[in-house]
């Protein structure tokens, strides 16, 4: 069965920085592009960056462009999100979600599997 | 900007009925339109996508459909174990704010 383990998440100040990691496991992880979506307290779904099976292709929300880096190891099966510059805004759960490539899509989506999330608190 | 908007915001249905949530987007979209399931406590789920096409493993119990700029996910014969936050998303156009709609709660009578 299709895995996705986060890790990685706490309570940090504004300004701190932190660094996801997501573990797959049961599937080819190397043919996959991955999305990390994130869900604040009380609020939707929000996407926030995408990057390619080969990580030729990477993409970010506004918000976060400059401050997140997404990066994978295609040899680890894992997917990573470092995190700086944290503001208050970025508290949320964060999921590494694997997506379906589909021609004529976005990167944002669909995405078949989940992981369950780690929780991000960015506070003082 | 793309807005999904989702409605109702919560649902109350009995079992063995049929609950029929919407989402609207703002602007006409291809076929590009997925639905999720979020139980309690659990990772979304992803129910459906390019408008109609259920994911693996998902039971033909739960439908979507639609064209344009509304789009319906229909589950019938409704359990007890379909309570949960239902999430449609598009993914035809940039920007990706927006993406969601905002959510759909079924509740179980």
């Known amino acids: 069965e299709v895995q996705l383990v986060e890790s990685g998440g706490g309570l940090v100040q504004p300004g701190g920085s932190l660094r996801l990691s997501c573990v797959s496991s049961?599937?080819?992880?190397?043919?996959?592009?991955m999305n990390w979506v994130r869900q604040a307290p009380g609020k939707g779904l929000e996407w926030v960056a995408y990057i390619s099976s080969r990580s030729t292709t990477i993409y970010y929300r506004d918000s976060v462009k400059g401050r997140f880096t997404v990066s994978r190891d295609n040899a680890k099966n894992s997917l990573y999100l470092q995190m700086s510059n944290l503001r208050v805004e970025d508290t949320a759960v964060y999921y590494c979600?694997?997506?379906?490539?589909?021609?004529?899509?976005?990167?944002?989506?669909?995405?078949?599997?989940w992981g369950q999330g780690t929780l991000v608190s960015v506070s003082s | 900007e793309m807005v999904m908007t989702q409605s109702p915001d919560t649902m109350s249905v009995s079992p063995g009925e049929t609950a029929t949530l919407s989402c609207r987007a703002s602007q006409s979209l291809s076929s590009n339109l997925a639905w999720y399931q979020r139980k309690p406590g659990q990772a979304p789920r992803l129910l459906i996508y390019d408008t109609s096409t259920r994911a693996t493993g998902i039971p033909a119990r739960f439908s979507g459909s639609g064209s344009g700029t509304e789009f319906t996910l229909t589950i019938s014969s409704l359990q007890s174990e379909d309570l949960a936050v239902y999430y449609c998303?598009?993914?035809?156009?940039?920007?990706?704010?927006?993406?969601f709609g905002q959510g759909t709660k079924l509740e179980i009578k």
């Open positions: 998303q598009q993914y035809d156009y940039w920007p990706p704010e927006g993406s």
């Open positions: 049961d599937f080819t992880f190397s043919s996959h592009s």
């Open positions: 979600a694997r997506k379906i490539d589909i021609v004529g899509a976005t990167p944002f989506g669909p995405n078949d599997y």
